[in-house]
């Protein structure tokens, strides 16, 4: 069931070492039509310091999936199943300055296991998110500057390293420290409110960021800059960055894995060269064919077929079955689990005819970001 | 500061301007003051057999409304602020044979403190039920304050004002019926009459705010719901903020802000119906005066009435303007600030 065993797959002759492990995570909803999974038996593995890209149409679960890994999923949602946390065995954040999780010699958190004190230290201090919408992520009526020391007091960690460090996030992010913090949300701009949000999600150094969209309503450009500066973030502050987004373009050149979910659980996981290249889900090819590009012909690009599934409603065995080209009565019955397809590489995807998806369906990449990899 | 400048000035022009007009109505109502008081020493004259001397009565009538009949309107006016301006003098009371500016300003504190404190009350009610009933939402607490906060709104003022002097007043007999302290207290710093204030402040202060907070509560509540599923609220939970905080300074404080400006002109509102509540509790303030004036038609008294409440209006509304930004960075002064 587990895709991806820590310490045991290789990419780069480097052992991989989970930080965040998810096991059977549902998230279920109540409606008066019946129970709505929008999350639905998620097992999945985040590695330390990777950057992972969770990539899917609207309505697939990716921000259940990311406020799931914060147990943040809003009322009346409920979360069930396994997300661990495993803190660094010597902290980042200094022990002194804030309280390090392990303090009581557990080597692993369950996240949704902890009391409320417990969840706040957790949320913020080891895990951090930058939310959908940094337009509206600030309290309009407050400066900038007092959300970074409202969040430093309500974890009691001392202003003068916290706001130092916050100096250096600025540098980063490249922004002007003194302007920015003396400013009303109202007076940056979109980019200047994003890059502050993503400093102030980072101001007590978590090791993990989950990041739901942030780049949805910014321009291309300042969607690039943005991407650039995360992996520079990662490189500087060894953070793992888990990154939602419905633009596969977007992240191909940053990712190190590229997850794809579809109907509330991940169908296809991967490292973006053999993702993209040569995608074993038939989904993923579908999803690879309907991207628009500026070099393609418009007739090469093909919409996917079918509408998406309805969470109180989703499809016996493979969810995909009744919009796939190839599937059978097999995939009608049984639900394909997340398999190896290529032995080399960790590049799994939850289809019983891969070999069959990899030949009789085609598609070309156009996007040049993508074409570098 | 251009923006505070400009709204001072506009403040001053709504402000002659009202007066104004309420001085040509003054004027040129028929049977307006000068006619009236002119036929009244008239008649009395004539009942007296004395010599009626136009000259005499005229000056007689200028005294007692502050108006020289011989005067146009325009220059009436000019008279009219020019006095008050230089000399606080209103004219002089015909029923109470004061001064109308001692008069109203021995009635004033009465007044503010009746009027305040029922504003004081109503605003601290709208933001608390507002705010309960949003955090409450869908449940009974929400629907049940909804219905309570419905009713008192449709029951008109007086109505329900009266009703209060009739239990508390006459069935139980618990609060007194009229007056602003008891006629045995000494006036100062002693148990007996500041008892006595409060009690016969209470039944005056408990109508304006039991009755008044209603609609604005309705108006806090939906702020408050719309707030309450906001992102920046919910980045608050998660970076660890105090309930405390969440609740002051997120929710209450942006859900207070399309309800402020409006919650600061009633403060006009308030005082304008001092004049039905006073009446009503025989509380002896500006209201109080002015309606005695109307019946008495004692002109001075009534127009240095209108000043009064025209003045607390103009200033109310300045106030909001003035303050606005204050509370709103967003509004703000828009030509001095950045933005990108």
Redesign the interface.
């Known amino acids: 069931m587990a895709i991806g065993q820590p310490h045991q797959s290789t990419t780069d002759a480097e052992t991989k070492d989970t930080i965040l492990e998810v096991r059977d995570a549902r998230v279920q909803f109540g409606m008066s039509r019946g129970q709505a999974w929008v999350l639905n038996d998620v097992d999945l593995d985040i590695y330390r310091e990777e950057i992972l890209a969770v990539v899917g149409e609207s309505g697939s679960g990716k921000s259940m999936f990311a406020s799931a890994l914060?147990d943040?999923v809003?009322d009346p949602g409920v979360l069930s199943g396994n997300v661990t946390y495993y803190p660094e065995d010597t902290g980042t954040v200094s022990s002194d300055e804030i309280e390090t999780f392990d303090a009581s010699g557990s080597d692993s958190v369950d996240v949704l296991d902890l009391t409320q004190s417990e969840l706040?230290?957790l949320?913020?201090e080891e895990i951090s998110?930058v939310?959908?919408?940094a337009m509206?992520?600030?309290?309009?009526?407050?400066?900038i500057l007092h959300h970074f020391h409202?969040?430093i007091r309500?974890?009691n960690a001392v202003m003068e390293d916290r706001m130092d460090h916050v100096r250096d996030l600025f540098d980063s992010l490249h922004l002007d420290f003194d302007r920015v913090m003396k400013?009303?949300p109202?007076?940056?701009?979109g980019g200047?409110k994003q890059r502050a949000l993503i400093a102030?999600a980072l101001v007590l150094e978590p090791d993990v960021l989950v990041m739901d969209e942030p780049t949805a309503a910014l321009d291309l450009l300042m969607q690039r800059s943005i991407i650039s500066m995360l992996r520079n973030l990662r490189d500087e502050f060894g953070l793992t960055i888990v990154f939602i987004t419905h633009d596969l373009s977007l992240v191909a050149g940053l990712a190190d894995r590229i997850g794809v979910m579809y109907a509330f659980e991940f169908i296809e996981v991967g490292d973006p060269t053999s993702l993209l290249n040569d995608a074993a889900h038939p989904y993923t090819r579908a999803l690879l064919r309907s991207l628009p590009s500026l070099t393609s012909d418009l007739d090469e690009m093909k919409p996917i077929a079918g509408s998406r599934p309805d969470p109180v409603n989703i499809p016996t065995g493979c969810s995909y079955h009744p919009r796939c080209p190839i599937s059978d009565d097999r995939c009608e019955i049984e639900d394909p689990e997340l398999v190896d397809v290529d032995d080399e590489n960790e590049h799994k995807a939850a289809c019983f005819y891969t070999d069959q998806a990899r030949t009789e369906l085609e598609y070309t990449l156009h996007d040049e970001s993508m074409e570098d990899m | 500061m251009r923006y505070y400048v400009q709204r001072v000035f506009q403040a001053i022009i709504t402000f002659v301007g009202g007066l104004f007009l309420t001085y040509c109505l003054y004027r040129l109502m028929p049977g307006g003051p000068v006619q009236a008081i002119v036929a009244r020493i008239v008649s009395r004259r004539v009942r007296q057999g004395r010599p009626v001397d136009a000259q005499e009565i005229g000056a007689q009538a200028e005294r007692m409304t502050g108006i020289n009949p011989e005067h146009g309107i325009l220059e009436g006016f000019y008279n009219y602020v020019f006095n008050i301006v230089v000399y606080q003098d209103f004219g002089r009371s015909i029923g109470f044979s004061d001064p109308v500016f001692d008069v109203l300003f021995r009635a004033m504190p009465w007044s503010l403190f009746i009027s305040g404190y029922g504003l004081l009350l109503g605003f601290t009610a709208t933001v608390l039920v507002g705010t309960l009933m949003a955090w409450n939402e869908g449940t009974k607490t929400d629907s049940g304050l909804t219905v309570f906060v419905l009713t008192m709104n449709s029951i008109p003022y007086y109505v329900g004002a009266i009703f209060m002097l009739v239990i508390f007043g006459f069935e139980w007999g618990v609060l007194p019926t009229g007056g602003r302290f008891p006629q045995s207290a000494e006036p100062g710093f002693n148990a007996e009459f500041m008892i006595g204030v409060v009690s016969h402040g209470a039944m005056p202060i408990l109508s304006t705010f039991i009755l008044g907070f209603a609609a604005g509560s309705l108006g806090m509540r939906a702020n408050t719901v719309r707030i309450m599923g906001s992102d920046y609220l919910r980045s608050a939970e998660l970076r660890g903020l105090s309930t405390n905080r969440i609740l002051t300074r997120y929710l209450a404080r942006n859900a207070i802000l399309p309800i402020y400006t409006g919650l600061v002109i009633g403060i006009s509102a308030v005082f304008s119906s001092s004049v039905v509540t006073e009446r009503i509790f025989q509380y002896p303030g500006v209201g109080w005066y002015m309606l005695e004036a109307l019946e008495l038609q004692d002109y001075p008294l009534v127009m240095g009435g209108f000043v009064f409440f025209a003045g607390l209006t103009v200033i109310a509304i300045l106030i909001a303007d003035l303050t606005y930004g204050l509370i709103d960075p967003r509004a703000g002064d828009a030509a001095s600030r950045e933005s990108f």
């Open positions: 914060l943040a809003e706040k230290r949320r913020w998110m939310f959908q919408g509206n992520s600030f309290n309009p009526t407050m400066k409202e969040t309500a974890h400013s009303y109202h007076e940056l701009s200047m102030l």
